[in-house]
C-alpha cells in the first residue's frame, strides 16, 4: 500500500522546500562572522602582503561572479522555455570574461611568461582561455543548450578583451562593470530564485526582500554618485520637498516589493533610489565634489559586502572590508549624510 520510495522522496522534497524558504545566505553570513572579523583586524598586512588595490579586487571579483553563475545554476527547477535569466547569465559572462581577458592579453597572466626554450610558446597563451572556454561549457551539461550560450559567452568575452588589449583602449574604471554584474545578479536572485538556490519563487522571507532592497539602494547611490556632478542645484525648500516626497515613494515602494516579490517593482525601487540620489548629489555644492567622490568609493566597498553576503561568496564580503579599511581617505560621513 505504501511505498517507502515514495516516503522517502517525499522527505527530501519537504527538506528542499523547508531549505530554499530559509535565507540560506544570513545564516551562511552570521557562520562567516568570525572570518570578517579576522579580516577586519588583520587588513593592512593582507593588503601589504599581496598589494591589494581596487583595480585587483574588481578582477577577483570578476571571476568570482563568473564561477558563481555558472556553479549555481539549477536547470531542474526552471519553469519557462525562456527565460530572461539566460540573456542575463550571458551579459554577466561576457562582462567578467572580457575583464579578465585584457588583463590575462596586457602581459601580467600571460603563459608565455612563465614557459622557456618552447618554440611555439606564444600560443600557448591562447591554450589557458580555450581551457576556460571548454570549462564553461561542461559546467551546464548535460544541458548543451545552456553550455553553448556558456561557452559563446565566454568566447566573446575573451576575443572582446583581446581586441582591447591589442588596440590599447584606455581601461574604464573597474568598479563600473562590476557593479553592473552585481545589480544583475541581484535582478537574477529575484525572477530566478530557486535557479540560484536563493530562496523559493513567491515565498521568499522578509530579510530575503531587505537584503535585495538595501544592494539595489546601495547599487542606485554608487551609479547616482558615479555619472551625476554637484551643482548647487535646486533651492533648499524645494530640496526639502523633494526628499520627503522622494522617502515616502521609496518607502512605498519597498512595502510594495515585499507583497508581490515582482522583479518590475525591483527596478523601478532601484530607478527611485537613483533619481533621489542624483537629485541629492546635484544639490551638493561644486566645492564638495571630491567628499562625494570619497563617498563612492566606500558606498562601493559596501555594496561588494553586501552582494557577498547575498550570494553566499564571504570572498568579496572579505574584500569589501579589506578596501574599506586600507582606504587612506576616510569615509565624509557628512557627505554620506548629505545624500540620505
Known amino acids: 500500500m505504501f511505498d517507502s520510495s515514495m516516503v522517502v522522496s517525499s ?50 571579483s570578476a571571476g568570482a561572479f563568473a564561477i558563481w553563475i555558472m556553479a549555481r545554476e539549477n536547470f531542474a527547477v526552471l519553469r519557462v522555455s525562456f527565460s530572461w535569466t539566460g540573456v542575463i547569465i550571458a551579459a554577466c559572462l561576457v562582462i567578467c570574461m572580457a575583464m579578465l581577458s585584457r588583463r ?21 597563451d591562447f591554450a589557458l582561455p580555450a581551457v576556460v572556454a571548454v570549462i564553461a561549457f561542461a559546467c551546464a551539461l548535460p544541458n548543451w543548450k545552456a553550455g553553448l550560450m556558456h ?23 573597474p568598479t563600473l562593470p562590476i557593479s553592473i554584474v552585481a545589480f544583475l545578479v541581484a535582478f537574477m536572485l529575484i525572477s530566478q530564485p530557486e535557479f540560484f538556490r536563493f530562496g523559493q519563487m513567491g515565498n521568499l522571507t522578509f530579510v530575503h526582500i531587505l537584503f535585495l532592497s538595501v544592494a539595489a539602494t546601495l ?43 515582482s522583479e518590475l517593482i525591483f527596478i523601478a525601487l532601484a530607478l527611485a533610489g537613483f533619481i533621489y540620489f542624483a537629485v541629492a548629489v546635484r544639490h551638493t555644492q561644486k566645492s564638495d565634489a571630491e567628499k562625494i567622490s570619497d563617498a563612492r ?25 579589506i578596501l574599506y579599511k586600507t582606504d587612506t581617505r576616510k569615509l565624509p560621513a557628512d557627505a554620506l549624510k548629505s545624500l540620505l
Not at 107 to 114: C, E, F, H, N, T
Not at 231 to 241: E, I, M, R, T, V
Not at 244 to 254: K, M, N, S, V
Request: charged share 20%; aromatic share 20%.
Open 297 to 321: 568609493r566606500h558606498i562601493w566597498y559596501f555594496s561588494l559586502c553586501l552582494i557577498g553576503v547575498l550570494t553566499a561568496m564571504p570572498l568579496l564580503t572579505v574584500m569589501g572590508i
Open 219 to 261: 547599487l542606485a547611490m554608487y551609479f547616482a554618485t558615479k555619472f551625476v556632478r554637484p551643482a548647487g542645484w535646486l533651492k533648499k525648500s524645494w530640496y526639502k520637498k523633494f526628499k520627503l516626497l522622494g522617502r515616502l515613494g521609496i518607502l512605498f515602494l519597498f512595502i510594495l516589493f515585499d507583497i508581490t516579490e
Open 11 to 60: 522527505a527530501i522534497s519537504s527538506f528542499n522546500n523547508a531549505a530554499l524558504v530559509s535565507p540560506d545566505f544570513f545564516w551562511a553570513a552570521i557562520l562567516c562572522i568570525p572570518i570578517f572579523i579576522a579580516a577586519w583586524i588583520f587588513a593592512k598586512p593582507v593588503a601589504d602582503k599581496f598589494k591589494f588595490q581596487n583595480f585587483d579586487a574588481c578582477l577577483v
Open 104 to 124: 590575462y592579453y596586457d602581459g601580467g597572466w600571460r603563459v608565455s611568461k612563465y614557459i622557456k626554450n618552447i618554440k611555439y610558446k606564444s600560443r600557448t
Open 151 to 173: 561557452f559563446a559567452a565566454v568566447v566573446i568575452g575573451i576575443i572582446i578583451g583581446y581586441w582591447r588589449s591589442r588596440k590599447n583602449k584606455q581601461t574604464i574604471d
